[in-house]
């Protein structure tokens, strides 16, 4: 499978605690994002990642969120202190650098539940 | 202003009719591009069709085509023939050449009625 794996699948919480996730995008891909999407909405931007270097963040990445790219392959998303707010399926998605206006490929995303 | 705005929460289709899908966009950017995705219950987002700002023709794949009215700022997506298996979330979204996030609208649920 040389899609976009994301790890785990589905992770249950209990409020208070930190998780973090994990991104395998596709390998020849340069550009790696993080979404974040709720029930009956389109994906919301977190962040964005060229190579190593995390380029843009969204204001929605309170300072409970971290992420990093250490080696410019996968990526891990960190949440400190989790809140019932957070519940919610974070989906990441990697691209090409050229053309700009390539497409994305999304994993199937992290189901995340904050009880 | 929303980037992506997608009008139709919900629409219904007999099956083997074709279907139009909203979608509208606001960018200052002249160079952008425009995709729609489905999203099946199962939760990954799928790649379907792509138009870019510059395209003089509207794209189509298979039984998707991308309806664009670039002075309307507008790329509705058209599905052909519709199948059972269409039934699913779509989003319209946009990715413009200033920027890197792509924008997504707020979907629309396609129902494939048999």
Known sequence: DTGVSQDPRHKITKRGQNVTFRCDPISEHNRLYWYRQTLGQGPEFLTY?????????????????SA????????????????????????????????FNTEAFFGQGTRLTVV | AQ?????????????????????????SDPSYGLFWYKQPSSGEMIFLIYQGSYDQQNATEGRYSLNFQKA??????????????????????????????FYFGTGTSLTVIP
């Open chain 2, 72 to 101: 309307r700022k507008s790329a509705n997506l058209v599905i052909s023939a519709s199948q059972l298996g269409d039934s699913a979330m779509y989003f319209c979204a946009m990715r413009e050449n200033t920027g890197n996030q």
């Open chain 1, 49 to 65: 990642f060229q190579n190593e270097a995390q380029l843009e963040k969204s204001r929605l990445l309170s300072d409970r969120f």
């Open chain 1, 68 to 99: 990093e790219r250490p080696k410019g392959s996968f990526s891990t998303l960190e949440i400190q202190r989790t809140e019932q707010g957070d519940s919610a399926m974070y989906l990441c998605a990697s691209s090409r650098d050229r053309p």
């Open chain 2, 3 to 27: 980037k992506i705005t997608q009008t139709q929460p919900g629409m219904f289709v007999q099956e083997k009719e074709a279907v139009t899908l909203d979608c509208t966009y606001d960018t």
